[in-house]
């Protein structure tokens, strides 16, 4: 696992997203102040796909510079004021999903055992042939 | 600008992004001690759409618990790992990639000026007719 990669990946993908939300700001902004341009920038941004930042950024410049270098200084802004929360987002983010997702499959597997035992009573193993849930179970303990 | 929903916007966004990159990293490791099994990773990763991390892995439970709790080890590991680096390469990424779309249209701008010069010369521009070269120093001399 090359941390030092994904950690550049993620940055990259970041500072995509914070572009895109920059668009949306400026996209909300306008429809108060310059309709048509709110729609023209709508338009624009649904033809040219912001998930490459730099490269929507470069043909935005080329159709209202004005716009494009308003994206820039608000996307930086953005940064700028959400940067510092995101370690803690992140972490208590995955955290509570995987605990969601964790209580969800142990629910579901308690849920299906009184059929296998009910089918099956015995007392060391549920069934002969163990079943993916059975070692699953195991394994998961194991991760924890 | 509601910066507490780009927030909570940004991490969900995060949380997906690094999911898929466990994934990828689960597959690697696969590939080394299971080919086949990675082969299946990757043709389920595929056909579900791993942007919306969670549904994603709703399924992948019922195909294969054990990848998915896999899964959920990694993307909490990767995130522990990355999480404390991410403000400052944000913050150092975003300002870097500004500077560089400005550079650029600078050097667009005052590549383009002196056709407009040669056309309406004007007393306060320095010289009728600069050369390309040496505004695009100038330029690179602002930049750096």
Excluded: W
Aim: aromatic share 6%.
């Amino acid at each position: 696992m090359d941390l030092k990669q994904i950690a550049k990946d993620t940055t990259k993908t970041l500072i995509s997203y914070l572009t895109y939300q920059a668009m949306r700001t400026v996209m909300d902004q306008l429809s108060e102040t310059d309709p048509p341009r709110s729609l023209r920038l709508h338009e624009f941004s649904r033809r040219e796909r912001i998930e490459n930042s730099e490269a929507y950024l470069e043909v935005l410049f080329t159709e209202d510079r004005a716009l494009a270098f308003r994206i820039l200084t608000v996307r930086e802004h953005i940064a700028e004021e959400v940067a510092e929360y995101l370690p803690e987002m992140l972490r208590t983010g995955i955290q509570q999903a995987n605990t969601q997702q964790r209580c969800q499959q142990l629910e579901r597997m308690t849920q299906t055992d009184p059929d296998a035992t009910g089918a099956h009573p015995e007392p060391e193993l549920p069934s002969p042939e163990p079943t993916d849930s059975t070692l699953t179970n195991q394994s998961d303990g194991f991760a924890e």
